[in-house]
């Protein structure tokens, strides 16, 4: 099974501030057929499912802010909230698709400083 | 725009088998070249993945349940999980989701829609 690790677990960060989560697999998710990483993150609020936030590891989902963005190849990966509004608290996963078992990271829970 | 809804009993009893089905609307779960998953989240824990069944009715598993997991299309509508001899561990909010099918990699994508979520207590 690839083993996705997720860290910080929680982070608190102040209204317009920068949130970086970051989620490291172990073994890579880069496809080398198509260039594709098969990485996804979610956001999940209290009460609701998650919600598709970015796939492909860097391509934004219908409707998701542009202070929304992911980075990272093979391994290692990033998602960054560039200013943190009051609606962004949540729970934050990422998940691969590159084999099965699919697997997700244990989640970030972003919080208001 | 399709929708999907879990329904089943809340509370299951210890050695028991849990039931749950998935009703989509808006679509159709055997016509079109999707994945239709159960995930669940035990409380305090992260995600797991149980399962899909795709339109072929080909099934996949997570080898951590594969022995009491059981996916299966019940109407042109609807497809079901059932999870044998529970016990507490298996307290959590069971979601239905849908994935699409891609050529490579695991020859599915993310997960969208998901239903609301339910919650199925295991206790006697």
């Known amino acids: 099974d690839i083993v996705m690790t997720q860290s910080p677990d929680s982070l608190a960060v102040s209204l317009g501030e920068r949130a970086t989560i970051n989620c490291k697999s172990s073994?890579?998710?880069?496809?080398?057929?198509?260039?594709?990483?098969?990485l996804t993150w979610y956001q999940q609020k209290p009460g609701q499912p998650p919600k598709v936030l970015i796939y492909?590891?860097?391509t934004r989902g219908s409707g998701v802010p542009d202070r929304f963005s992911g980075s990272g190849s093979g391994t290692d990966f990033t998602l960054t909230i560039s200013s943190l509004q009051s609606e962004d608290v949540a729970v934050y996963y990422c998940q691969q698709y590159y084999n099965t078992p699919l697997t997700f990271g244990g989640g970030t829970k972003v919080e208001i400083k | 725009q399709v929708q999907l809804q879990e329904s089943g009993p809340r509370l299951v009893k210890p050695s028991e088998t849990l039931s749950l089905t998935c009703t989509v609307s808006?679509?159709?779960?055997?016509?079109?070249?999707?994945?239709w998953s159960w995930i669940r989240k035990p409380p305090g824990k992260g995600l797991e993945w149980i399962g899909y069944i795709y339109y072929t009715e080909s099934t996949n598993y997570n080898p951590s349940l594969k022995n009491r997991v059981t996916i299966s299309y019940t109407s042109k509508n609807q497809f079901s999980l059932r999870l044998t001899s529970v016990t507490a561990a298996d307290t959590a909010v069971y979601y239905c989701a849908r994935a699409d099918s891609h050529y490579y990699g695991s020859g599915l994508t993310w997960f969208d829609p998901w239903g609301q979520g339910s919650l199925v207590t295991v206790s006697s």
């Open positions: 808006g679509g159709s779960v055997g016509s079109d070249t999707y994945y």
């Open positions: 073994q890579s998710v880069l496809y080398s057929s198509n260039n594709k990483n098969y």
């Open positions: 492909w590891a860097s």
